[in-house]
Each structure stands twice: as structure tokens, then as C-alpha cells.
């Protein structure tokens, strides 16, 4: 997958000695990136461990007892638990929605014919690639004030789903473009109905870039916070920014349980992201999104 | 890999069970009136099993009545923030946990005096007084404290010092800690209290301030107290970024001289999770020693509980609200905050020893060191809320910038004009 | 690709020209009611989307334009024209809030895609270990905003703080500073932690994109007698070029929108020092209780988004044909 299976500059001119001075300046280079990617990671690790009086004593030094009571209080005390369960739903919730609408739209954009009308709601929907969430979100805690969803997961999920339609859309229909019709009117003369062609065929044949604006979507929503803050205070609807915030009001002045609360945080993501590291830079990089 | 439809409905299937998940934890449609109650007392708040003991007490004794309590923790800021725009969205909680005069003034609370007149003469007339706004009472006094220096006696000790009475003794503290690289204080949390300690210490501070005239001889004289502090170099010198939280860290770690709050500090900072067990007794109360002798402490009601103006029509929602309110102020729940919480109401209850404790009891006695207790004014009702919020951050943020007093004290009295 | 079609924001109505690709495409007696079918199967499609996005992003927006010609107080407000935008145009803390945005925009533009292009370069030419390191490059990436703000928190503390602790152990203590109050210096710290962890984001794009540049290409300038920092920037960047300016226009819409870092970090101050647009927003609405201003700084924000993005299509669209001509 990738080049270089020799050196850059392998001509029979450089001598060994510049060869190996060079590689080692990249990996120097390389070593001292991922150095300043991790460490900070370790160091808050190795904080969460301390009493608050060793961190101001010896920040650098490694915890002199392994103050495990930390995370507990971290975890207690910061509710952490339901954040993560409203996380997981908000985020699965409002990827199904957000996909299936999007690749409906898409479809109808990319497939269907239904005169000038099509130009000027794809106009309509592209608009939306402008709209920045500061301009929306007071309106929105009206909105949902109103129907009584506000403080809920349905707020959220709804409002993750409209965001994505017009990046979504535009992505899918970009991929259906390139699609050859030849599947889908082979289905309409075996007498399939749109929906079924839409279903059976065209969905299936977008699995790349479904799966790309999927690792999108969950990267995005999981992390996001502006909308996520004014709109949920309970622990029915809190996701996990909005706790990992209020961490620091509910273990205020215990700075080092509050970078527990931080670590508990952090790692399972970074498992995750192990775990499914394949699939996830597959995703990121598949679909048409390259070239 | 294409969806069979047994594929296509089971994933239906399993995303409308998801679906039903969050639906599992919401309300329960039943016919009975709903209240809802948010609050940032919870968790490690010193207030929360009073808090406890009240919602079970409450739904106990009104079964008719659906209590909803959103806890959240986050701190005041945060939650203060979130009110408001849950309040402008058109929303918001029935009983508000924390309001001021910034929720009066747009209309957000319910007018209480006629419903409290049938409760007797239960409040303190001073605590009271801090909740009423042109004569009409928009909230209940739910905490109500002196605010004393608290003191690091260890680290006075060390520096050979004891607590000081007068400004020249504090200024000499001073100057000791400094020698040992301690910061005497910092501004988020005594600055405020400092301000108003060394304004209110003069006698013609509430004529200005009811005159409105921000940039006369008594503010005049405030702030040149904090410029002479800050230019001592006692403040830390990360001072002006600094949390609430952060200087009640350094404080309870020995790298504070003294700190200012009210009650609830005791529980929240003083012996808390986390804290050294023994930082309770290396602490000593005393009002501040501000200039020319004058040795005034505030009496503050810090959280003024209301009610949501939107219940102002709803006749069943209303009573309830009332009735939680009277509880909470009832005489059973404030001999349970000073015994319990350590945090007085402004309800009338005698503060003994036995009850309140040996630190509770000190803190809320260092009311006789001083020479004069003040309250900050109503009139004009935004100046509390004003200059706590907006005009004291800028006015030490400018003295930050090194602005000379005339310069801070114009930049405090322009946003108090705004 | 079928004729005619630009990749670039799909705005261009397709040219007509062969395989239209329509499905049920044609013209017989009742083709009419054949065209209202299909009509009504488009709409179906179209619906839940339109939906969606009209309630939720589309009307939010028109109220927030309406709320921006308003003065509030509490729930009521008065109809008060442009007013709200004259004082917007006088206001200094719009445009420091603007300048801090920009200063997001330079961090990312001037240091973190250079360097994700020559990390990335760099990892292609170790296969090896290339997602060993890819994965640790993404960590920071994974935790979120709100996480890795409070954690920068931790790093910028005065005591106890790891940055200060860095300098002091190497003996630079005279470079110790209020990291989140100094003015001149606040301004950039809360600019940095966005920046830092977006690298490995962007890493795994550019090592996408660089792995379908043909090896061939580097063997044969590699006979000339190039070495590797000039294959990185005559084949490299010439070959990403189109995913380069891509990732640029995606910088340009997360610095405008940058709002996190600042408001976790220091909530916009000291004094406003650090406000983005949108915290500026957020601020004059709850915490200044003018939400009629604070919807008209929205929309000026909302504005400077649309003439930016409209701005760099233009820029796009040019380059593309100019490298056409080529």
C-alpha cells in the first residue's frame, strides 16, 4: 500500500554514511512527534496517581503511592457511567438516522428525474454547508424547549442528524455518480420498484463511503460539545463532554482525581481506536473522499 | 453483500430497541402535578444529604406530587450560564436553584411577597432584605453566612506571625509569606470580598452607591487597597487566570496564607474528600482588617432560591412549588443545614455550639471581631450582580495589566454603567 | 465520470449530454403521470432529509436573523433595525474575537499540515512501522475537545503544571509564564491544543492520499539524484496537491468555528483576550444577557463563513483551471 520499498535515494552515487545519517534524522523526527503526541497522555496518568500535594511538589516525578482511590472518586462522584451510555446512543442513534436519510436524499438527487425542481433543492440543501452551529443553537434550545425534548437524547440525535445531511448527501450522491447504472436497470427490468432498487442495490453498492462518512459521524458526534453543553444538563441526556466538563465542578478542588476522571476518559477511546484501527483508517481513507 | 430484508428488519428491529432505550429513564406519563428542581448541590457538596433528606421528606409527604430533581454538577458559573438560557429559551426549572438580581430584572422570577406573608417571621429581616427588589420579594434566602478571613494558622506560625487586626498586621504577613514564597492571597478568592470589605469599612459607601456614583472616594479608596496588595507582589503570579478552585487547591495545600467564602466552605474546602484531615485545625476566622481601623463582615445570602414566573397561572404547579419552598425554609430543614451542612440558611434558628459544631461555630462567631457587619445593597438592584459578575473580573484584570487606580476604577465604573 | 460534472461542492447542475442515467427515463403516452410518480417517489426520498435539515438548520438560522434586528429583555424584545449592527462594526471585541480565530487559522495552515504532510511523507517511507506510529500520532485526536482542553489545563498550570515543569527541569525557568493570562501569550496558547490535535487526523489523510502516488515516479527521480527532501516537494506535494487544498478549506472552517479551547480554558478572558467568535456569541447571549446582540454577532459570523468558503471555491475553481490549461 505503500511506496518506498527501497530508500528515497538509493542511486548508487549517496554514499552508506549520508543513507544512514538520513534515516536516522527521520526517525529521530518521527520518535519526537509521537513523543509529544503520547507523553502528555503518560504524564496525566502518572498525575492521576498523586496526592494534590505531590503534584505541586514534584510534577515530573512518578507517583510515590499508586493512588488507585483517584478513579473511584472520579468515577463516583463524575456520574461517568450514564455519560457513556448517552454517548454510545446519541452517537449509534444519530448515525442510523443521519445515514439513512442521507442516503436517501442522495439517491433521489443522484437517480431520479423530477424536472427543475431537483437543481434548485440541491442548491437548497448545499446551503446548508455554510451554516456555522453558533448561529443555530439558541434557536434550537427554543425549539426543543418548546416540544418538550429539550435535556433529552432525541435532542441531540436530531440535531447531529441534520447537521450531517448536506455534507452526507453530497458525499453519497458524489460516489453514486460514479456508479455504473448497469446493476440498477438490469433490477428495473427484473421489475423491482425504486424502493427496492434503492435498498437491494444502490445502498449495498455504497458501502465505502457509507462506512467513511460513518467513522466521520462517530468521530464527530462522540467529541462534540457546544450543542451537547446547552442542551442536556441531566444525567438522563449528559454525554461525555458535557461530564468529562463537570467533572471539574463535582470533584472541584481534588486536582488529581479530576485527571482520573480525565485518564477513565481518554483510555477507552484509545482502546477502541486499537482495536478497530483497521477498519477505522479503512473507513477514513476509502470511499471516493481520496483523488 | 446485499441486505437480505430478514437483515433489513432485524436492523430495524435492534435500532428501534435502541431507540426505546433513552425512552426508558424519561418520565413516566402519570396525571399527577410534575415539579422540577435544578440544582448544583450534589455529589461532594456540603448541602447534599440535607438535599437528600428533603426530596425524600417532600415526596414522602406529598405523594400527589411528581418531584424532579436535575442534579448537575459543574459549578455556579456553569450552571448559572445554562439557567439563563434555558430561562430565555423559554424554559427552564420550576424552582430555580440560585437566582439574582440578573434573573429579576428580565421578568424570570415569581413575585413571592404575597405568598410568604402567610408563613410568619420566619427569615432574618437582613437575609431577606438581600432577596427583595423594589419592595417586592423575588426569592428565599437558602444560604446565608458571615464572610471572615480564613487563615492558614501553620503558615502564619512559621512566618512567626499571628492573625492580624489591623491593615499595617495584614500588609506585614504579607510581606513574611512573601519571603517564603508564599502568596498571601489571590484574587478570585478573596479579591471580591477584599473589595467590598475595604468599601463598606467607609461610611459614605452606601450613599454612593445609591447615588450611583461609581468613581467616588469610597471606591476610590477600595481599589487602591487592592493595587497596593497586587504591587506588594502577595498575589500569585498566575493570579489572574486562576479558578475558584485553583486557589482553594494552593490553600489547602499550604501555599496559601488565607482565603474568604462563606460557611459551605467548610465542608466543600476545608474537610472535604481529599483534603488533609488536618487542615481543620490549622484554620482561624477573622473579619478583614481593612483600613482606618474598620473591621467590617458581610452578611451574605449566597443562593437565592425562586421560583419560575411561568408557574405564575398553573394553580396545582404553583402550591407544589410553595410547598417544597416551605420546606425547604421550614424550621426542620435549617436546623439540618447548620448541623448537617455547615451552611446557615437566612432562616431563624439559634446557632449553638452543641449544634453547629466547634468549626461552624468559630466561623460564624468571628461576627464579634468585627466592627460593623454590611450587606450589599438593593438599591439600584443591579449593583450586586453587576460588579460581581462583570465589573470586579475587569477591574482586577485591568490592575493585572498594571492600569493605576484611576484607570481600573474607570474601567469598573464603565461596565457598571453599561 | 460522466460529462461535465466538478467535484466542488456539487453546485453545477450536471451539462445534458450522454447516459442521463435516469431511471424510468421514457417518453410514451402517459409519461406525464409516469413524471408525477416519480415525482412523488422523489419527494419520499427527499422528504425525511428535507426535513431534517429545513427544521433544524435552515429556520433556526431565519430566527437567528430575526433575533439579531431585536433588544431583549428577558423574554420580551423590541424591534430596534441594524442598530445591533452598527454597534457590532464599533464593537473592539468582535474583532478581537475574529483575530483569534485567524490566529487558529495561521497555526493550522503554517504549522499543523506541513507538518502532517512531512510526518506523513515520512511514514510512507517506513512501511514497517508506519501504523505503529500512526496510531499514536491519532491518540490525541481520539479524546475529544472537552477532554484534551482540560487536560492542556493541567499542562499550562503554574505550579504543578507540566510546561512549567519542562522549563524549570532544563533549567529555563526564566521562561516560566501565566500561560493562560499574559496578554500576547494567552492568545496563542489556547490556540495551540486544537492545533496539536488535529496532526494525526490529518497524518492519515496525506498517508492515503501519498500511497497512491506510483513508486516509479521515486525510482526515477531517485536515479537523478534526488534525495528524499526534494522527492517530498517535487513529487510528493505536486501529487497530494488537490488533497492539500482540500484539508486547507476544512482548516479554514474549524478555525472559524473554534470555540472549545477558549471557552473551557480560560472562558474567553482574561478581559475577552481569548474570544472566538462564537464564545464572544455565547457570552453576550448568557452571560451579558443580550441575546439580540449576541444573535447579530452569530450572524456576522454566519457571513464571514459564507464570503470565506464562497472565497476559496472561487480560488479553487480557478486553480483547477489553470492546471487544466496546463
Known sequence: ?291 | MTLNRRQFLSGALSTALLAALPGCGRRPATGKVRLTYNTFWTGLDAHTSVMDWMYRTFRKRHPDIEFEVVQSAGGAQDNGQKLMAELAAGGGPDVLHDTTYDHVRPGYCLDLTDHIAAWGDRFYSEALASCTWDGRVSSLPTEYSMVPCIWNTRLLHDVGEDVPATFEDYMRVGRALKKKGIALTATEVAGGHIFFSVLFGQADAVQAIALEEWESEPFRRAVEVLKEIRDAGFLPKNDIEMLFANGASLFQNDRLGHYMNGAWTLMNEITSLGVDPALRDRVAFAPFPAVDGARPIRAWVATKTALNAQIANDKPKLTAALAFLELFTSKEAAKLFISDAHSPEGVRYELTRQLAGPLLYAFMNSRTQATSVFTLPNNPGYFGEQSQSRALPDLFASLDEGATVKQALSVFAEVLRS | MSGGERMNGGMEERTRGEHEGRLLVRSSPGARRRHRIRLLYALAFLSPGLALYSALILYPTAQSIGYSFQDYLGLKSRFIGIANFVELARDRLVWIGAGNNLRVLFLLVVFQLPIAVVLAYMLSRKPKVAGFFRFLYFIPGLVGAATMALMWGFIYQQDGGLLNALLKGVGLSGLVQPWLSRDGIVQWTVAIPGVYAGVGFMVIIYMAAISEIPDALYEAASLDGANGWQQLIHITLPSIWGVYLMTNVLAVTDALSAFVFPFILTQGGPLHRTETLTSYAVWQSFRNYRRGYGAAIAVFHFAIAVVATLLIRRFARREREESKAL
Not at chain 1, 440535531?159 to 453530497?170: D, E, H, K, Q
Not at chain 1, 462506512?211 to 442542551?231: C, D, K, R, S
Request: aromatic share 14%; hydrophobic share 55%; glycine share 6%.
Open chain 1, 1 to 291: 500500500m505503500y511506496p518506498g520499498r527501497g530508500y528515497p535515494d538509493s542511486s548508487p552515487d549517496r554514499s552508506a554514511l549520508v543513507r544512514s545519517v538520513n534515516d536516522s534524522l527521520v526517525y529521530i523526527a518521527l520518535v519526537a512527534w509521537a513523543l509529544v503526541a503520547a507523553y502528555p497522555l503518560v504524564w496525566m496518568i502518572s498525575t492521576s496517581l498523586k496526592k494534590d500535594a505531590e503534584l505541586y511538589r514534584s510534577p515530573f516525578a512518578l507517583p510515590e503511592k499508586l493512588r488507585w482511590s483517584n478513579y473511584v472518586d472520579a468515577w463516583v462522584q463524575g456520574h461517568l457511567g450514564p455519560c457513556v451510555i448517552n454517548s454510545i446512543e446519541v452517537t449509534l442513534l444519530s448515525l442510523v438516522v443521519a445515514l439513512s436519510v442521507s442516503a436517501a436524499c442522495a439517491f433521489a438527487f443522484s437517480r431520479l428525474n423530477f424536472g427543475p425542481l431537483k437543481s434548485f433543492l440541491w442548491t437548497y440543501v448545499m446551503f446548508g454547508f455554510l451554516v456555522p452551529d453558533s448561529v443555530r443553537f439558541f434557536p434550537l434550545m427554543v425549539f426543543f424547549a418548546k416540544i418538550k425534548l429539550f435535556d433529552s437524547i432525541w435532542a441531540l440525535v436530531l440535531i447531529y442528524s441534520a447537521g450531517a445531511v448536506p455534507w452526507n448527501t453530497f458525499f453519497l450522491r458524489a460516489f453514486m455518480e460514479k456508479i455504473p447504472r448497469d446493476h440498477e436497470d438490469a433490477a428495473v427490468m427484473d421489475g423491482a420498484s425504486i424502493w427496492q432498487v434503492f435498498l437491494h442495490v444502490t445502498l449495498p453498492l455504497s458501502r465505502a463511503p457509507l462506512i467513511t462518512l460513518a467513522t466521520f459521524h462517530v468521530l464527530g458526534v462522540w467529541n462534540e460539545f457546544l450543542m451537547a453543553f446547552f442542551l442536556t444538563s441531566s444525567e438522563s441526556a449528559r454525554t461525555l463532554p458535557v461530564g468529562v466538563r463537570m467533572l471539574t465542578g463535582a470533584l472541584a478542588t481534588n486536582q488529581t482525581a479530576i485527571a482520573a476522571g480525565l485518564v477513565i476518559v481518554m483510555i477507552p477511546m484509545a482502546l477502541f481506536f486499537v482495536l478497530l484501527q483497521r477498519h477505522i483508517v479503512k473507513g477514513l481513507t476509502a470511499g471516493s473522499f481520496v483523488g
